[in-house]
C-alpha cells in the first residue's frame, strides 16, 4: 500500500494538537507584526499647554504672565502665632508726618530718599520705594550678648528730635517698644540720641503703619477689620511686665543668629546693585536660614525677610529669580504668594537654557514638596504651575533622572489619586483637569527611564491612568498624554502584561476610538498599543475581539484613513508624478492603516478571532484593497503588512471565508509583489502562496503564470525563511500527481537537496518540509535514478546522516533548545526522512561509499 501524499500544513499525526503547536509548526505561516512607536515631534517651546492642544486658549490658563513685586501679598507673610488674642483696649498714639497718602489706608507714607535711589538701578529703586529714614524709635540699649535695641517709652524729649518732615512717626505709651535694627548697627549708649534707619515693612492695604515688636514689624490685621490685630502672646506678656516676644518659643540664640547672621545678608541685599554680588547673597541667605533653622512659617521675622525677597523679584534676572524662588518656596508661603512664586519658577523653567542652573539649585525639592504638601483644591492654580514648571525640568536628562532619585513617580502618582477622586460634579474638577495634563505629561517622560518604569508598574499606575482616562474622556490633552505613557510603555513585556490584566482598558480605548476617530495622534498611539496587547497574548486576542463593537469599531477607522489615503494618492496623480511624496516615510494616514492592519493580523493568531476574520468580508475586502491601490515602491511597509494579514487569514478553512471567495483575485495582487524589487515584499507573496496552493484553482494560477519557476529559483536564496516559503509552494504542487514533474525543471530536486544540507542540521521543520516535497514527488517512484537523478547518492547520505541522533545533541546550544530539537527531529523530521530513505534504497541498487563530514 502506498502512502498517501499529505498536502502541506497538513497535521503528520492523528493527535489533535492544541493551537500553541499549530502555530509553532506553521511557523512563518501565521505571524505577528512589529511596528515602530509613533513618532512625537518635540514642541519648539516649552509651553503651558502645547500648540496642538484642541482646546482654546481661554479655556487654558496662561503660559505667559508677569510676575512683580507687587504681585506678593505682604499680610500673607506675616509668621503665625499659635495664640489667638482679643483686641486690646489700649489705643496706639499715631503721628501724621507724611503727605503722601497710601489710597486705601489715609495714613502717612514713608518718603524715598532721592540720592539713595540714584545709586541703583529703576529696579533697585522700587526695592527701597518703601524705605524711610524717619521712623525711628527712642532705643534704650540692650547689652551686648543680646545684640537687639529697645526703645525707650520713658523719653519723650528724645522722640520730637527724631520726628522730620516727610517721616512717620509712631509712639506708644508702653513701659518700652522693641526696635529692630535693619540697617545691623546697634546703639550701645541709650543717651547717644543717634538717628536709625529702618525699612517700613508695612504695604498696600496693610496698613503704613506698625508696631516694633522684638526687633520686627510684625503687625497683623484681623480679617475684615482695619484696625490693627496683634496675634502675639507677646502683647500679653508687655502688659504683664514680661519679657517682650512676638513669639512664645523664639530663643535667645535665634534673636542673636538673626542680628549676627542673617541681618547683614539682608542688608547686602538691599544695597548690592550687582546681579552676581546679589546671587551669591541669595545663596549665603539661604545656607544661613537653613542653618538657624529659620525655614518655614514659624519663623517670627518671616515678614521682613520675604517683604526684602518679594522685591527683588523685579530684577529681571532668572539666575536670581531661582534663588528667590527657592528661598520663597522654602518659607512655605501660601495663598496668592505661593501662586506667584509657582509662577515665578514656571517662567524660570520655561527657558530650557536655565537647566544648567537650575540642576545645580534645589528649585526641585521645593517643588516637589509643594506637590505633597498643598491643598490640591484651596491651590489648584499654584499646583499647576509648580506641576508645569516640574514638567519643564523633566525634558532635561540630568534632571529626570534626579526626579526618579527623589521618588517623583510615587509623588505624581499620589497625587493623580487625590485628582481621580474628585467627582465630575464637583467645582474644582475642570481646573484640576488643567493640572493632570502636566502631570501626565510629566510621567509621559518618566516613562523613558527603566527605573522610573519598574516604579510605575510596582506602584499600580494602570489602574490610576485608566481611572483618569476614564474620567477625563473629553480632554484630549489628558488622554493625548496617558495613552502616550502607555505607548511607550506597552512596548516592554512586564508593563504590557500589566496593561492587558486591566480589563477595563480594552473598553476605553474602543470609546477613545470611537470619540476621536479623527484625531490621528490619539489613534496611532492607541492602535499601537492594541498591536502590542496583542502581539504576544492569547487572552488579550480574544478579550479585545469579544468587546462590543471592537470589529466595527477597527472595520470604521480602516475606512476612515483608507480613504484618506486614496484621497492622497488621487491627488498626487492630479498634481503630476514630479509631485509624488520623495520621502520613504509613511504619511500620517498610511502609519494608521500601517498598525491597524497589525493589530488585524496579531488577532487572528487566536483560533476563533482568527476565523471569524477570515469570514469578515468586509475585512478581507480593505486589505485586498490596499494591495490593489497601493505601490509596494511607495509605502513597503503598508503593503507587506496587509499580505501578511491576508496570509494569516488565509490560513484558516472555515464555511464562509471571505479569503477562499476571493483566492484567485488575491492571487493575482499577489503577482504584483512578486515581480516587485522589493525582498520582503516576494517573500511575502510566496507565503500567501503557500497557504492559498491548497486550492487547485490556485495551483492552477500557479502554473499557467509560471509561478512555480519563480518559486524554485528562491530555493538558491540562501536564506532559511524564504526556502521554507518556497517549499511549502512546491509540496502543494506535488499533491497532484500531474504537476510533480514541474520539480525536474529548473533543477528543482539539486536545489532541494542543497536546502536540505545547507540548512537541515540547524532547522528541523525546514528539513521535514523538504522531505515530505520529495516524499510526494516520488510517490510513483520505479527507479532512484530516474527519479532523483545525479542527486540520489548525495540525498541518499544526507539522509543517513541526518537521521543519526548524535547529530541532534548540539552542546552548544542551551538545553531547552537542544531539547525542543531534540523533540522536533523525533516527532516530525525522522519518521518522513526514514520512509522517504527507505523509498529510495529500495529503489536503488547499491548504497555509494561517500561520506559527509560537515553541513
Given at each position: 500500500n502506498r502512502e498517501k501524499p499529505e498536502p502541506f500544513y497538513r497535521l503528520s499525526v492523528t493527535k489533535q494538537k492544541t493551537s500553541s503547536e499549530i502555530i509553532n509548526e506553521a511557523r512563518n505561516v501565521l505571524r505577528t507584526l512589529r511596528t515602530q512607536r509613533p513618532f512625537t515631534p518635540t514642541e519648539n517651546q516649552r509651553k503651558l499647554f502645547g500648540s496642538r492642544s484642541p482646546l482654546a486658549p481661554q479655556k487654558r490658563p496662561p503660559s505667559v504672565f508677569s510676575v512683580h513685586a507687587s504681585s506678593f501679598d505682604l499680610a500673607e507673610s506675616r509668621p503665625v502665632s499659635g495664640v489667638r488674642l482679643s483686641p486690646l483696649d489700649f489705643k496706639p498714639v499715631l503721628v501724621a508726618c507724611a503727605k503722601d497718602e497710601d489710597p486705601s489706608i489715609s495714613l502717612p507714607k514713608p518718603a524715598v530718599d532721592a540720592a539713595e535711589v540714584r545709586k541703583i538701578s529703576s529696579a533697585r529703586a522700587r526695592l527701597f520705594r518703601r524705605t524711610s529714614q524717619g521712623n525711628v524709635f527712642l532705643a534704650k540699649m540692650v547689652p551686648p550678648d543680646q545684640n537687639e535695641e529697645k526703645l525707650d517709652s520713658e523719653e519723650p524729649a528724645r522722640m520730637s528730635n527724631l520726628c522730620r518732615s516727610n517721616d512717620t512717626c509712631l509712639t506708644e505709651q508702653r513701659e518700652y517698644t522693641p526696635f529692630n535694627d535693619e540697617s545691623g548697627q546697634l546703639i550701645c549708649n541709650e543717651h547717644s540720641g543717634s538717628k536709625l534707619e529702618r525699612e517700613d515693612v508695612l504695604k498696600g492695604t496693610a496698613g503704613n503703619f506698625l508696631f516694633q515688636l522684638k526687633?520686627?514689624?510684625?503687625?497683623?490685621?484681623?480679617?475684615?477689620?482695619?484696625?490693627?490685630?496683634?496675634?502675639?502672646?507677646?502683647?500679653?506678656?508687655?502688659?504683664?511686665?514680661?519679657?517682650?516676644?512676638?513669639?512664645?518659643?523664639?530663643?535667645?540664640?535665634?534673636?542673636?543668629?538673626?542680628?549676627?547672621?542673617?541681618?547683614?545678608?539682608?542688608?547686602?541685599?538691599?544695597?548690592?546693585?550687582?546681579?552676581?554680588?546679589?546671587?551669591?547673597?541669595?545663596?549665603?541667605?539661604?545656607?544661613?536660614?537653613?542653618e538657624g533653622d529659620m525655614l518655614g512659617k514659624r519663623f517670627k521675622r518671616r515678614s521682613v525677610l520675604l517683604k526684602t525677597l518679594y522685591k527683588l523679584v523685579d530684577i529681571d534676572s532668572d539666575p536670581l529669580c531661582l534663588k528667590l524662588a527657592k528661598i520663597i518656596l522654602s518659607m512655605k508661603v501660601d495663598g496668592k504668594n505661593l501662586l506667584n512664586v509657582c509662577k515665578l519658577a514656571f517662567k524660570i523653567c520655561k527657558n530650557e537654557k536655565n537647566d544648567y542652573i537650575i540642576q545645580n539649585d534645589k528649585l526641585l525639592d521645593c517643588l516637589l514638596e509643594v506637590l505633597t504638601t498643598e491643598d490640591l483644591q484651596k491651590n489648584s492654580e499654584a499646583l499647576l504651575y509648580c506641576m508645569g514648571a516640574i514638567k519643564f525640568m523633566s525634558g532635561n536628562a540630568v534632571l529626570l533622572n534626579e526626579m526618579v532619585s527623589k521618588g517623583a513617580v510615587e509623588m505624581l502618582l499620589q497625587l493623580m489619586k487625590q485628582i481621580n477622586n474628585i467627582k465630575e460634579s464637583d467645582a474644582y474638577f475642570s481646573n484640576l483637569g488643567h493640572l493632570l495634563v502636566q502631570l501626565t505629561a510629566t510621567l509621559r517622560?518618566?516613562?523613558?527611564?527603566?527605573?522610573?518604569?519598574?516604579?510605575?508598574?510596582?506602584?499600580?499606575?494602570?489602574?490610576?491612568?485608566?481611572?483618569?482616562?476614564?474620567?477625563?474622556?473629553?480632554?484630549?490633552?489628558?488622554?493625548?498624554?496617558?495613552?502616550?505613557?502607555?505607548?511607550?510603555?506597552?512596548?516592554?513585556?512586564?508593563?504590557?502584561?500589566?496593561?492587558?490584566?486591566?480589563?477595563?482598558?480594552?473598553?476605553?480605548?474602543?470609546a477613545l476610538l470611537s470619540k476621536h476617530q479623527k484625531q490621528q495622534d490619539l489613534v496611532i498611539r492607541i492602535i499601537f498599543i492594541l498591536g502590542n496587547l496583542t502581539a504576544e497574548n492569547n487572552q488579550a486576542r480574544e478579550q479585545f475581539f469579544k468587546e462590543k463593537g471592537s470589529l466595527n469599531t477597527l472595520i470604521s477607522l480602516?475606512?476612515?484613513?483608507?480613504e484618506l489615503d486614496l484621497n492622497a494618492e488621487r491627488w498626487c496623480h492630479i498634481r503630476g508624478r514630479e509631485e509624488e511624496k520623495q520621502t520613504k516615510h509613511p504619511s500620517e494616514a498610511e502609519d494608521v492603516l500601517i498598525k491597524l492592519i497589525r493589530v488585524l493580523a496579531?488577532?487572528?493568531?487566536?483560533?476563533?478571532?482568527?476565523?471569524?476574520?477570515?469570514?469578515?468580508h468586509r475585512v478581507v475586502e480593505l486589505l485586498v484593497t490596499v494591495l490593489e491601490y497601493k505601490s509596494i515602491d511607495v509605502c513597503e511597509e503598508l503593503v507587506i503588512n496587509a499580505a501578511t494579514t491576508i496570509n494569516n487569514l488565509s490560513f484558516y478553512k472555515v464555511k464562509g471565508s471571505a479569503v477562499q471567495d476571493k483566492k484567485l483575485h488575491i492571487a493575482e495582487m499577489l503577482l504584483k509583489l512578486l515581480m516587485s524589487n522589493s525582498m520582503d515584499g516576494v517573500v511575502e507573496a510566496v507565503r500567501v502562496f503557500g497557504n492559498l496552493s491548497q486550492y487547485h484553482e490556485i495551483c492552477d494560477f500557479i502554473v499557467q503564470k509560471k509561478i512555480y519557476k519563480f518559486v524554485i529559483a528562491l530555493l538558491d536564496a540562501k536564506n532559511q525563511d524564504v526556502c521554507f516559503s518556497a517549499c511549502g509552494v512546491l509540496l502543494n504542487?506535488?499533491?497532484?500527481?500531474?504537476?510533480?514533474?514541474?520539480?525536474?525543471?529548473?533543477?528543482?530536486?539539486?536545489?532541494?537537496?542543497?536546502?536540505?544540507?545547507?540548512?537541515?542540521?540547524?532547522?528541523?521543520?525546514?528539513?521535514?518540509?523538504?522531505?515530505?516535497?520529495l516524499w510526494n514527488y516520488s510517490e510513483n517512484i520505479t527507479s532512484a535514478a530516474s527519479c532523483f537523478g545525479e542527486d540520489t547518492?548525495?540525498?541518499?547520505v544526507l539522509l543517513t546522516s541526518l537521521l543519526d541522533e548524535e547529530l541532534v545533541q548540539d552542546y552548544s546550544l542551551d538545553r531547552d533548545l537542544r531539547d525542543y530539537h531534540k523533540r522536533y527531529w523525533e516527532r516530525e523530521f525522522k519518521p518522513v526522512a526514514e520512509k522517504l530513505l527507505d523509498r529510495i534504497q529500495s529503489h536503488h541498487s547499491f548504497v555509494p561509499a561517500v561520506t559527509i563530514t560537515a553541513f
Open positions: 526687633g520686627e514689624s510684625d503687625q497683623m490685621r484681623k480679617p475684615g477689620v482695619g484696625s490693627l490685630w496683634p496675634r502675639s502672646a507677646g502683647w500679653k506678656r508687655r502688659l504683664a511686665g514680661l519679657e517682650n516676644d512676638t513669639r512664645i518659643n523664639e530663643s535667645e540664640e535665634e534673636k542673636i543668629f538673626w542680628h549676627m547672621k542673617v541681618l547683614p545678608i539682608l542688608q547686602e541685599l538691599k544695597s548690592e546693585d550687582k546681579v552676581e554680588n546679589l546671587c551669591l547673597a541669595c545663596t549665603k541667605l539661604y545656607q544661613a536660614l537653613n517622560n518618566l516613562a523613558d527611564l527603566p527605573q522610573a518604569r519598574c516604579q510605575l508598574i510596582c506602584s499600580g499606575a494602570v489602574s490610576e491612568l485608566c481611572v483618569a482616562l476614564e474620567q477625563r474622556l473629553n480632554d484630549k490633552d489628558v488622554c493625548t498624554y496617558i495613552v502616550r505613557i502607555f505607548s511607550k510603555l506597552s512596548s516592554y513585556d512586564d508593563f504590557c502584561a500589566a496593561l492587558a490584566d486591566c480589563s477595563r482598558c480594552y473598553v476605553l480605548f474602543l480602516f475606512q476612515t484613513y483608507h496579531n488577532l487572528s493568531i487566536h483560533p476563533s478571532v482568527g476565523a471569524a476574520l477570515a469570514a469578515a504542487l506535488t499533491v497532484d500527481k500531474d504537476r510533480r514533474a514541474l520539480l525536474m525543471e529548473e533543477g528543482g530536486i539539486g536545489k532541494l537537496v542543497d536546502c536540505l544540507r545547507d540548512f537541515g542540521p540547524a532547522d528541523w521543520q525546514l528539513a521535514c518540509l523538504i522531505c515530505k516535497t547518492d548525495t540525498l541518499l
